[in-house]
């Protein structure tokens, strides 16, 4: 049976999912210092990243409207699956959400749902293709998302933030810890709550202990083991490989994907960021 992935730009599409016609990205809009950058394929999020420091502002997103995903599900083929990031950081799953309802008024003999990833960045690349695993094998609609609804729920998502300045812009940390992270060259082991919320882990004073913090955490996990580990990185391969490199000394992953952040995961991750989900 025949099926389409489609997911919004924050899911870090890998380039072997870049040129999959299974797959297909929805995206969000960028807007900085007056200017407003479509998080498609021919951003160039370097460009991005720049005007955003330099940029005194604070700078927005916007999602993608129910109509781009309804669109995005005319065109689709088979069983369709949709996958956003977490539905407390965005009101791109609503938009999708709304979607999938007109769309079951005008096709209702078709099979759609939409995942709330609770996640972000590499937590979605490993949804979708857990989803193009599953439905790739043969399995019934209904036992492909009844499977990944569960992987969902088991799903983990750390990340390193180097450089906090969107952060600060944008009012995610209050004057007195913009001004302590800054002078201090603090480094912030985030991660996400079962629900999709950002939470707080610990913190570092190099980006070296930072990625051990992390790993740390991820070892002291004992749902990672036999897990394939994704990692998503801004601007910084070589970052990515240490953190895989320490992974590999501490922990028990089968394996590793790592892909560069587009976008909507570079407004947030910024230059340096590294997002782990496994």
């Not at 969000?28 to 007056?34: A, Y």
């Not at 609609?141 to 990340?159: D, G, H, I, M, P």
């Amino acid at each position: 049976m025949s099926f389409s992935i489609i997911a919004d730009s924050c899911c870090d599409f890998t380039p072997e999912m870049r040129t999959d016609p299974v797959f297909r990205s929805i995206p969000l809009t960028i807007h900085v210092g007056g200017a407003d950058y479509v998080d498609n394929q021919n951003l160039d999020t370097s460009l991005l990243i720049c005007a955003m420091s330099q940029s005194p502002d604070a700078s927005s997103t916007s999602c993608p409207s129910p109509g781009d995903y309804l669109e995005a599900f005319r065109n689709a083929e088979g069983d369709i699956y949709v996958v956003t990031l977490s539905a407390l950081l965005s009101g791109s799953h609503n938009s999708a959400w709304q979607a999938m309802r007109l769309f079951a008024e005008e096709q209702p003999e078709r099979n759609v749902h939409v995942f709330n990833s609770c996640s972000a960045s590499a937590g979605e690349v490993l949804l979708a293709q857990k989803v193009h695993e599953l439905a790739s094998s043969g399995l019934p609609f209904s036992q492909v998302v009844a499977q990944v609804e569960r992987v969902v729920a088991e799903t983990n998502t750390l990340f390193v933030l180097e450089n906090l300045d969107n952060l600060r812009k944008n009012g995610r940390l209050t004057k007195v810890q913009a001004m302590l992270t800054g002078a201090l060259r603090i480094k912030l082991i985030m991660g996400s709550t079962p629900e999709g919320e950002i939470c707080k882990h610990g913190q570092a004073l190099s980006i070296k202990q930072a990625l051990t913090k992390l790993v740390e955490i991820m070892a002291a996990d004992k749902n990672h083991k036999g897990k394939t580990l994704y990692i998503s990185q801004c601007l910084c391969p070589d970052r990515a490989q240490q953190l895989w490199d320490l992974s590999k000394k501490h922990c028990h992953f089968s394996g590793v994907v790592i892909t560069a952040t587009r976008g909507l995961s570079s407004y947030y991750a910024n230059s340096g960021g590294v997002i782990a989900a496994y």
